[in-house]
């Protein structure tokens, strides 16, 4: 019951695509849905997340979309570009300790120029 | 630069030997946790302390142990080391309990330790 899921494994998209993965949780005690970004060498860092209060969130080129019924959120990258490419992971907490996290076995991403 | 840095960047040791990762979070920070990243496993959650006091354990071998110090730093100690804890360990740290409820963690570069 703790897992998130998350798929696809590994993403090709050209610049100025859009990428999509996604992510599907079993706690429904979860109330924090972050997604962190990992580049070779460095520690993940933290994209955007979201509260189960709403469906979607937007920063920038990155869009979190959830479906608290379903389980499921995602997230898009739009106008995808090669400096987009990394490892990026979903991860799911409680609000009330948002640094204890079980993370998704992570996408890697690469944008072809 | 995410402000919280850990030493050594990397590490090679023996089997059956101990090793001590430190952390040292970002100023002001009360909350450490370290996780461990493997290929396998992928990136798991190992143990937190908040302010000197262990908060949360997950899944956390019986040789591994953590500590946080007055200074804050910390420290995690891997003992009788094995082949498979070959893994790239990571400290993040979090304010805590912020205005907005619990605020963000931050990670650092991790410690890559291979175990010959």
């Known amino acids: 019951q703790q897992q998130v899921k998350q798929s696809p494994q590994s993403l090709i998209v050209q610049k100025g695509g859009i990428s999509i993965i996604n992510c599907a949780y079993e706690n429904t005690a979860f109330d924090y849905f972050p997604w962190y970004q990992q580049f070779p060498g460095k520690g993940p860092a933290l994209l955007i997340a979201i509260r189960p209060d709403v469906s979607e969130k937007k920063e920038g080129r990155f869009t979190i979309s959830f479906n608290k019924s379903a389980k499921q959120f995602s997230l898009h990258i739009m106008d995808s570009q090669p400096g987009d490419s990394a490892t990026y992971f979903c991860a799911a907490s409680k609000l009330s300790n948002t640094g204890k996290l079980i993370f998704g076995q992570g996408t890697t991403l690469q944008v072809k120029p | 630069d995410s402000g919280v840095t850990q030493t050594p960047k990397h590490l090679i040791t023996a089997t059956g030997q101990r090793v001590t990762l430190r952390c040292s979070p970002r100023s002001g920070d009360l909350s450490v946790y370290w996780y461990q990243q493997s290929l396998d496993q992928g990136l798991q959650f190992l143990i937190q302390?908040?302010?000197?006091?262990?908060?949360a354990k997950g899944n956390i071998l019986e040789r591994f142990s953590a500590q946080q110090f007055p200074d804050l730093h910390s420290e995690l100690n891997l003992s009788s080391l094995e082949l498979g804890d070959s893994a790239l360990y990571f400290c993040a740290s979090s304010e805590g309990e912020g205005m907005g409820g619990w605020t963000e963690a931050f990670f650092g570069q991790g410690t890559r330790l291979t175990v010959v």
């Open positions: 302390y908040y302010n000197g006091e262990e908060r």
